[in-house]
């Protein structure tokens, strides 16, 4: 329903027709449903906002025009021999119904012009989404950085992960798209919620401390809450919502969590319990950071991580590739440590004694066997 009424008000918006009251209720909407703002950022960079039409009719033959000058978009000119009588007297009231009507079949139009430009340009145009979001912030395997927002937030990214948001960012608007891993202190602002889209899940934030992680390689999409709330919702599942309190820490599974229906509600239901676990936040003793935040002061940890997860990890951190040359049984091996500042050779030599295994290094190339 929602999305009716954000393509007439964005309708009425770009004619230059809307009251005051309806581009009140269009900012609501984009509000409360932020993956609607690219499509209203896309459709105002194709059909700019024009002054005020004097009439309905005005409006209607302007939006006529703008669908004629589409590429391969072909607009049947009205019949001359039909003529529209005019109505003496006619108010403003009397003109709401023709008003609706024509923006109506506006609506209509745009929906048509939108799903033909998105789907039928160009491979640079089709992804117009991603054009919108100019600003891009990289790091690279085994570097790290952190940036100021335009609204004051802070973010830290780790190696490997790369942060985009719009041109607008700090408007209406709060939303950035991360792969990879980021460290968040959002400032706080309760008119622009501040929403991180990932591959397998959005982050609804106001105010708060969290990590998330969510790198495509991994299995997992994991968000960490240190402080204040977060609402959490699944890409394949929008009506789930998950709300994190502090010191929660939220793990959906990225390779399995892909279906979408299913005829025995039980085995659905199984299916969520296993790929969505929320538990507790860990924490290293005598130490008020958070494991999973402790790679902002350069500590590289393990906890309870599986032999492959340590390496993913030991790849990124050092800028290495690592062959694991190894049986099952060797691979599940669960590791816990902290290391601060050691070099590669360091943290290889630690994990050897756990895990029983051997290793060779040649150039950037890591063999466990």
Request: charged share 25%; net charge negative.
């Amino acid at each position: 329903m929602h999305e009716e009424k954000f393509w007439l008000l964005l309708s009425v918006k770009l004619s230059g027709e809307a009251t005051p009251e309806e581009l009140e209720d269009f900012d609501e909407i984009i509000k409360h449903h932020p993956e609607l703002s690219w499509q209203a950022q896309l459709m105002l960079q194709m059909w700019p906002p024009e002054p005020e039409a004097s009439s309905t009719e005005d409006f209607f033959n302007r939006h006529l025009q703008r669908l004629s000058n589409q590429p391969d978009m072909q607009i049947i000119p009205p019949r001359e021999d039909i003529q529209n009588p005019e109505i003496p007297g006619e108010d403003h009231e009397k003109h709401k119904p023709l008003r609706w009507l024509l923006l109506l079949s506006g609506v209509a139009a745009m929906v048509i012009v939108f799903f033909f430009y998105y789907n039928n340009r160009s491979p640079v145009n089709a992804n117009a989404k991603q054009q919108v979001a100019s600003n891009t912030v990289t790091t690279r395997k085994g570097s790290k950085s952190n940036i100021q927002l335009p609204d004051g937030s802070m973010v830290w990214l780790n190696a490997d992960s790369k942060l985009t948001y719009d041109e607008n960012f700090g408007g209406n608007f709060r939303e950035i798209h991360l792969e990879g891993e980021g460290y968040f202190e959002v400032m706080r602002d309760e008119n622009r919620p501040f929403i991180i889209h990932t591959k397998t899940i959005d982050i609804r934030v106001l105010g708060t401390i969290f990590n998330v992680k969510a790198y495509d390689a991994e299995a997992s999409t994991e968000t960490s809450l240190i402080k204040g709330s977060v609402e959490v919702t699944l890409h394949n599942s929008p009506e789930k919502k998950i709300i994190l309190k502090p010191n929660e820490k939220l793990r959906v599974n990225n390779k399995n969590f892909e279906y979408t229906t299913s005829a025995d509600a039980e085995k659905l239901k199984a299916a969520e319990d296993m790929n969505i676990v929320v538990g507790k936040i860990h924490y290293q003793k005598k130490d008020s950071m958070a494991l999973d935040a402790l790679w902002i002061r350069n500590k590289l940890v393990f906890d309870a991580e599986s032999l492959e997860e340590v390496m993913r990890k030991i790849e990124r951190w050092y800028n290495v590739k690592v062959e694991i040359n190894v049986d099952d049984n060797m691979k599940s091996t669960q590791y816990s440590a902290i290391f601060d500042n050691e070099n590669l050779s360091q943290v290889m030599e630690a994990l050897k004694i756990t895990g029983s295994f051997s290793y060779s290094v040649n150039k950037d190339i890591v063999t466990i066997k």
